[in-house]
């Protein structure tokens, strides 16, 4: 009997977004089953959405997780630098996280490096990048010099996993055949496809890597009304409609 790959499931930019969260959940259980071996987090698990101390509490099941900008702002209530409706949504969250849920953020690290089998697959796992954990971005369309740069910063790492553009995209160097990945955001995706987005990687016996990603479609409608009740900015529902 054939084993099966190590299967992990990779998160970024959930944004307090239950119904999104929820979608990826039961597109992953339709797709594996129950065979999902490791759930990782690239950070922001709050901000903009109606629902943080829910998703905080689901956090608490995930293998591993770094801190997001989001989390930085809304666990102390600074939104410096922020605009005008990330500004309102950091100051909402604030005062609606349980001390425990600020406690909890506070906590989490700026950045993870993981082995995840005796084969030695080397994950590297940030919420911006290599350079600036919470203020740099990593955009598919970044010169490959950048790019090359950055995978030079993570060592003897194979993988540099990181999220907040909330854009899915590979990329592999030639030379060295490390990888970058962004699996997408579960909360806000701005890829213009307004299914939630997530990353799934599988790891063989042979330590042979393949990386995919998956779309789950939700009601957003329903979020879109939550985050209007609670006088959360509605520009913050509106573009999820969109994708943007």
């Known amino acids: 009997m054939a084993h099966r790959p190590i299967r992990i499931l990779l998160l970024a930019d959930l944004h307090s977004n239950l119904p999104a969260y929820n979608a ?14 490791h759930v990782l987090c690239l950070g922001d698990i709050v901000g903009y959405g109606p629902y943080p101390n829910e998703l905080i509490k689901i956090a608490e099941t ?33 005062d609606e996280l349980t001390t425990y849920s600020k406690t909890f953020l506070s906590i989490l690290a700026k950045n993870e490096f993981l082995e995840i089998n005796e084969k030695g697959v080397q994950l590297y796992l940030t919420h911006a990048s290599p350079k600036d954990y919470i203020n740099d971005y990593i955009y598919p369309e970044d010169s490959q010099t950048r790019k090359e740069e950055l995978l030079d910063m993570i060592g003897v790492n194979h993988i540099l996993i990181a999220g907040h553009t909330h854009i899915p995209f590979i990329y592999q160097s030639e030379k060295s055949k490390k990888v970058i990945f962004n699996p997408g955001s579960v909360g806000q995706p701005r890829d213009n496809d307004p299914r ?49």
């Open 62 to 94: 995930f293998d591993a997780m770094v801190i997001g900008n989001h989390d930085i702002a809304c666990a102390t209530g600074n939104a410096t630098g922020f605009k005008k409706w990330a500004i309102e949504a950091v100051l909402w969250t604030f």
């Open 196 to 244: 939630a987005s997530a990353g799934i990687l599988e790891i063989d016996l042979n330590s042979n890597i393949k990386l995919d990603w998956i779309r789950a479609e939700y009601d957003i409608r329903e979020i879109a009304r939550e985050i209007q009740q609670v006088g959360l900015p509605i520009r913050l529902a509106e573009r999820l409609f969109f994708g943007q």
């Open 24 to 37: 990826i959940q039961d597109k992953v259980t339709e797709k594996y089953g129950s065979n999902i071996d």
